[in-house]
């Protein structure tokens, strides 16, 4: 209820506030869960918002070890990524038709959880995620051990190295991008790996967190997007997050170059 007026702004209600709050843990889980928002606009518009704007737990645990080392880096980050997220919804919020949200909540009394409820709604979700969710990172993974047996990736590699070299960072950083698609834990900490080796400096540290914040979403979350909302509108949100992700941290990179800041 407290969130509900900001939330009408882009477009949702106060009740979106449950999916956007667990895409920090699983943006695959909070997908599914936008099943409880009422309208189809608003299932749209949070599921573009988890792909875009809100990086699960282990993408966001890696992101902020990398910018541990530059206070203004980790405020830069933050400020662009809380922009994007407000921006993208209100612009979908005036772009998309549909019915306007809608949000009444009767306030129910406040007792005592019972330990058998905590345990039998813990043990339901739980469930559900492993039927539902963990064979999707299953098979992700498994994807990703073909593609680099069968060299099948370097393709993909190649042409990722004009975007990637377009925002100002080395081709090495295009595998990155890559395999933070089927896995975003693993594309940040492709990220960790060049730092470590020294190949990128904190300016592009900092644009590399950026654009893989705003990259298409994991596999995972992109198969769920399919199961959610259909392909057709799948494939639009990904045709719309990919180029964007590139454009906006190309974008951050010339600013901060231009400005001569160093990180």
Not at 110 to 119: F, G
């Amino acid at each position: 209820m407290l969130i509900d007026n900001l939330f009408k702004r882009i477009g949702l209600n106060g009740r979106a506030v449950i999916p956007i709050v667990l895409g920090f843990g699983c943006d695959t889980m909070a997908t599914m869960v936008t099943r409880t928002l009422e309208t189809k606009r608003e299932r749209i518009i949070a599921s573009i918002l988890l792909a875009l704007a809100i990086p699960c737990s282990a993408q966001l645990g890696v992101i902020l070890a990398l910018l541990a080392g530059s206070t203004k880096a980790l405020w830069i980050w933050m400020s662009v990524m809380t922009f994007i997220f407000l921006f993208v919804g209100w612009l979908a919020s005036k772009i998309m038709p549909g019915e306007k949200p809608l949000f009444y909540m009767e306030i129910s009394p406040l007792r005592m959880p019972k330990l058998s409820n905590v345990l039998t709604k813990t043990y339901t979700r739980v469930e559900w995620y492993f039927k539902e969710i963990f064979p999707l990172f299953i098979y992700a993974s498994v994807f990703i051990w073909i593609g680099k047996v069968t060299k099948l990736f370097d393709f993909f590699i190649r042409a990722l190295e004009y975007p990637v070299q377009w925002i100002g960072l080395p081709k090495s950083a295009a595998e990155v991008f890559l395999f933070g698609f089927f896995r975003r834990d693993f594309g940040a900490g492709g990220l960790y790996d060049l730092q470590k080796a020294g190949l990128i400096s904190g300016v592009q540290l900092l644009v590399a967190v950026i654009a893989l914040s705003l990259f298409v979403p994991c596999i995972a979350q992109f198969s769920m997007n399919i199961k959610e909302r259909g392909l057709k509108v799948a494939l639009l949100m990904a045709g719309f997050i990919f180029p964007f992700a590139f454009f906006v941290s190309g974008l951050v990179n010339i600013i901060l170059v231009s400005a001569g800041v160093t990180l």
